[in-house]
Each structure stands twice: as C-alpha cells, then as structure tokens.
C-alpha cells in the first residue's frame, strides 16, 4: 500500500501534521484515531455476528 512512498514523503507528511496540529495535540489525535479504529473494527466484527446469527435462523427455518 506505501510501496511508492519515499522516505522524504513521509517525512513532509511529519512535517505537515506536526505544523497543523501542534506536538501537544499529537497524543490526543493519535488516541482519537485509535478509539475511531476499534470501535469500527467491533462494528464490522458484531455486523458479521449478526449475519452469522441471521444466515442460522434461515437454515433453521428453511427445514
């Protein structure tokens, strides 16, 4: 996925975010970022949950 990224593009990406939001920020953002990524992560996993559960009901009802 970041195969065409050089190590002076990541670098300026750094830069940038560190101009934008500041080094106190960075914490937050990163821990904002974190929660964003496991709640979404438990969403997909109790969508699947459900169509699991949803697909054995039809089967069940099926016979």
Do not use: C, H
């Not at 997909?44 to 009901?57: A, L």
Request: charge should be negative; proline fraction near 2%.
């Amino acid at each position: 996925m970041f195969q065409n990224f050089g190590i002076w593009q990541i670098a300026l990406i750094l830069v940038i975010v560190l101009l934008l939001f500041g080094v106190g920020k960075l914490p937050q953002v990163g821990k904002g970022m974190g929660q964003a990524i496991n709640e979404f992560k438990s969403a997909i996993g109790s969508k699947d949950d459900e169509s699991n559960t949803d697909d054995k009901n039809d089967d069940a009802a099926a016979r």
